[in-house]
């Protein structure tokens, strides 16, 4: 089921376009030119010459420390892993894709524009994503926030309607967890932008149809737990969602007749089973407090085999994917 939870005004949008080059070994971004609104970057991301790139042209620029390559905008992916039980799950959301560069309703990661604010460190950006899209409701219509750092990460549908006695905690994940689990032909590399290292080491990849550029985060979701006031401690633990028989819904924003629309999509997130650092077969919803069995056919090109970073694919079949 869907419904509207609110609206934004996309004329109130601005980013900035990026440069990006490699310096050192090292992936330089630097902003250029004045802030765009989204029509203008909308226009940049769906130029017909995007459609004459090839990779080893954008390939080529990226290595020229004197031309750099100019990318429409940039963006922001995070890529959960949230433990149920021992079992690591990654969490992907459903986006049917109208213009910007595509044209396809796709599996994907939690993903954001980065604004003009948010530019010199587009993190701020993918704790907003997750704040707005991983949208944990419990039985009694609360709904969970979430807190990095001991800080709040935002409460975007009004304090009212979340319970503050729980938090579910986001952090960076270190080196050794970052060697297991990977996305295919992302670019590992320092990344700094107007001269300063970024937040949380994001990987990055370039897709050539909107000539744009994806930061990715990886991330642990530690979903709260809740103490008994009797009993030792290990058997008083109880999975606080569990306790609270709650869902775990998605938020897109749709744009349409001029605004942008954001819509509660109770089927649209998806657990992916993660298995020697990949997606697998096997998915579920959380609707409950429990596991249901859930399906998905199309992943966004996240997914897709990249050439240097590089993927002119807009999306991949999971059975693709797969082999």
């Known amino acids: 089921m869907e419904k509207d939870l609110g609206y934004k005004d996309p004329s109130e949008f601005r980013t900035q376009r990026v440069l990006g080059r490699y310096v050192d070994n090292a992936l330089a971004l630097e902003t250029i030119g004045a802030p765009i609104d989204f029509n203008a970057m909308k226009g940049y991301r769906e130029n017909h010459d995007n ?5 080893e042209q954008v390939a080529a620029e990226l290595n020229s420390r004197t031309t750099g390559h100019a990318f429409s905008n940039i ?5 959960p892993i949230i433990y149920v039980g021992e079992q690591p799950y990654t969490a992907l959301v459903k986006q049917q894709r109208k213009g910007c560069g595509f044209h396809d309703t796709v599996w994907k990661l939690i993903s954001e524009y980065v604004e003009h604010d948010e530019i010199n460190n587009p993190m701020n950006a993918a704790l907003r994503g997750i704040s707005e899209e991983f949208y944990i409701e419990t039985k009694e219509g609360l709904l969970v926030p979430g807190i990095y750092r001991l800080n709040a990460i935002g409460q975007p549908y009004g304090k009212d309607n979340y319970d503050d006695s729980y938090a579910f905690q986001v952090a960076n994940c270190d080196d050794e967890v ?12 320092k990344v ?23 930061l990715i985060y990886f991330m642990h979701f530690d979903i709260p737990r809740i103490l008994q006031k009797v009993g030792t401690l290990r058997s008083a633990e109880k999975h606080h969602l569990k306790a609270k028989k709650a869902d775990i819904h998605h938020t897109e ?8 629309i954001i819509r509660l999509d109770e089927e649209g997130l ?4 993660l298995a020697e650092g990949r997606l697998t ?6 609707l409950g407090g429990e596991l249901h069995n859930a399906r998905l056919h199309k992943l966004s090109e996240a997914f897709a085999p990249k050439q240097d970073g590089i993927t002119s ?11």
Do not use: W
């Open 75 to 79: 963006g922001v992916s995070v890529f």
């Open 192 to 214: 700094s932008m107007n001269g300063q290292d970024l937040e949380g080491s994001p990987e990055a990849y370039f897709h050539l149809p909107s000539n744009s550029m994806q």
């Open 253 to 260: 924003e749709q744009y349409q007749d001029g605004r942008l």
């Open 281 to 286: 077969d096997e998915h579920c919803h959380y």
């Open 178 to 189: 970052r060697e297991i689990f990977s996305l295919p032909g992302t670019v590992k590399k």
């Open 313 to 323: 694919a807009s999306n991949i079949s999971l059975e693709e994917y797969l082999k």
């Open 51 to 55: 459609r004459e790139m090839t990779p």
């Open 270 to 273: 998806i657990l992916a089973k």
